[in-house]
């Protein structure tokens, strides 16, 4: 049974006339524990992760263990059976700790994700079980060298043969490809019938033909392994093909975005509060003229800002997670939340960079590297263009 439904918290904890945000407890304990791992266990590591680009499993299992991650699988296998809700809030504090800590950890999620809004019961047993119980990784494989924001032109093919596909082609850019235990590979079963002919595949990492490239060099959240995959006839067994239909990987992949896009937007939220409460300490460290940064307007106004936004990309945050938990439609939601929070934290922690000064540019403090950490969040699950196209399209198509 899930301990939380969001319609309990939000509707008769609540008049009529007013909207409570208060955490109920399972929420507020899941939050602090949170927080407390994200000071004690990731914190203290990420200047070094990013400096050295380690990956940091350790801490990534030390979270699963802890009953951080993951946190929206059924308890039908093994998960925890939360909401999205409580997926943001947990991924608003990892990111608070570190941005490229909490994208590495979030991955599996994000692969998880069209395995719970589409896979057979066999899928789901096989691989969301190995995930929750065993704490195994995944990996979401879509994006390829030459498509990325135009999904429907990848050009990876699934053949059947029998009672198996044969997959050809290769992905770029993804997140965990390095250790992750199985992959979510979205395919063209019908090059010629273009988004309609697409489908997902499960493939494990050892399966022969599967080859991983170097660890990319990134500019910030170098933590995280980025790699491209290559698939050379690989043979997957047709039980593997999600969904067991041909139809509907192009939309099952998409959907599965509604569920992932607030916890980017909750990172990114994550981010910003943590670039904003570095600024506002040195402002008040920071003596300038006779006083401190923050008793100058120009600075008081810029913090000032910097809050804002963070207060504003969480509440969208929160409204497209529970939405998503009450089953309402929250595609222009959760595109509204993604686009907001991750252009946001580019304004935040660039603007934290400048309440630094000269001290901003170094790497000697986190703001360097939280801004360098920023520019992804306009980029991967969707650019901030890309975020645009969806809500221009969502509210015009009524027109
Ligand atoms: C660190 C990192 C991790 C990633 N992890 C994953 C992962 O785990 N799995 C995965 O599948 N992918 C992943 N990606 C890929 C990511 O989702 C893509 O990079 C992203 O979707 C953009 O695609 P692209 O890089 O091909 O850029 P392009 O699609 O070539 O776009 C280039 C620029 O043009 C803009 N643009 C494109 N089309 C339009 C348009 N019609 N109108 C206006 N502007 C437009 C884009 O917004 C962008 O600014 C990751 C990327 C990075 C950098």
Redesign the pocket.
Known sequence: MRLFQATTYFLPMCGPDMVDFKLDEVQEMLRELAHQFAEDEVRPHAEKWDHDSLYPIETIKAAHEMGLLNLHIPEAYGGAGLGTFEEVIVNEELAWGDPGFS?AAY?TG?ACAPIITGATDFQKEKYLSMVAEKGALA?????EPG????VASISTTAKKENDEYVLNGS???????GYADWFFVLAKTDPDAGYRGMSGFIVESDWEGLSLGKK?T?MG?RC?D?RSITFDNVRVPEENLVGGSESGGWMNAMNAFDMSRPNIAAHATGLSRAAYEHALNYSHERQSFGKPLHKHQAIQFMLADMKTKVEASRLLTWKSAIEFDNGITNTESAAHAKRFAADSCMEVTTDAVQVFGGYGYSEEYPVARLMRAAK?M?????????Q??IIGREITKNL
């Open positions: 994208t991955a994000l990996s979401y494989a879509v994006t498509a990325g924001s135009d992905k770029m850019w993804i997140t965990g490809a990319e990134n959240q995280s980025t992804v306009q980029i991967y699950e969707g650019s901030s263009q890309v645009r196209m």
